[in-house]
């Protein structure tokens, strides 16, 4: 028997206080957010991405942080009467201080005029209703009009949101085909996909762009490697739809970290816009 003399003492549980320190996801490493927040919120240990918010990646990529914001005051119903979704939407719309999914707007990249839009996951998971569709199809339609890039950063783990049904099943092929226009028309559209890009998102919109850049480690697909596995009945490959697998397979055209992601969109800017202009 153990004599209680020999038993090591117990380790002190670490107390975080509320609001300074950050535990890594993936690694577990104590982080101090002040620090993050001026590292893009990356874990300098091992990596890892955080997931950030509309507002962030705005000040990270925009001219300024700024964003000439339009279809601001659309907003979506409730068609079919689903149980707590107007609670829901009301508890993202507080979260996020927007009053959708998405934000669409105006904006310059490095003096290069674009239309910009951007899902944000924290409003019910940056899933598409009715009106996320119907704020791309509007942002892709300026970008026609004003012929100019239309650049889309994804975030949405539910792809279509199912407390709209068949409504939000729809914009699916209305996202497609504004895309779609653009694209005979010459027009760039440059998709960035972040952790997680998923579902009706990821098979519609958030995959047609003429180069498509991905944040490092992020998920990225229609059905999720778990679902995948049980309905085949085999094992995935390491890293199956991860960023850096559909980078090797042809998927992806850049896997880039955060600090790189503006240079690296203001190239791809830099290398459309011109060959639009000799066209």
Request: charged share 25%; hydrophobic share 40%.
């Amino acid at each position: 028997m153990f004599s209680r003399k020999n038993l090591r003492p117990a380790r002190k549980k670490i107390k975080l206080e509320d609001g300074l320190w950050l535990k890594c996801e993936s690694c577990g490493e104590i982080l101090y957010r002040k620090e993050l927040d001026q590292s893009y919120w990356i874990c300098p240990k091992c990596n890892f991405h955080f997931r950030i918010d509309h507002q962030t990646y705005i000040k990270l990529l925009l001219d300024d942080g700024k964003l000439d914001e339009i279809d601001r005051n659309l907003v979506p119903t409730d068609p079919l009467g689903f149980p707590k979704y107007k609670e829901k939407y009301k508890t993202s719309v507080k979260k996020t201080n927007i009053k959708e999914g998405i934000i669409s707007g105006r904006a310059k990249i490095a003096d290069i005029p674009v239309i910009y839009a951007a899902t944000d996951f924290g409003f019910m998971g940056g899933s598409m209703g009715s009106v996320v569709g119907e704020k791309v199809a509007r942002a892709a339609r300026l970008a026609l009009k004003e012929k100019i890039p239309f650049v889309m950063l994804t975030a949405s783990g539910g792809g279509a949101r199912m407390q709209e049904g068949i409504l939000s099943l729809m914009q699916m092929v209305k996202t497609s085909a504004e895309v779609a226009l653009l694209k005979q028309a010459g027009i760039p559209y440059i998709n960035i996909l972040t952790h997680p890009t998923m579902a009706g998102v990821m098979a519609s919109f958030a995959s047609l762009g003429d180069v498509i850049i991905a944040e490092p480690g992020a998920l990225l697909g229609f059905t999720g490697p778990r679902v995948i596995e049980q309905t085949i009945g085999e094992k995935l490959p390491p890293g199956f739809q991860r960023s850096e697998f559909l980078l090797d397979h042809g998927f992806v055209d850049i896997v880039c970290t955060r600090r790189e992601l503006r240079d690296n969109l203001v190239r791809v800017l830099d290398v459309l816009v011109n060959h639009v202009k000799n066209q």
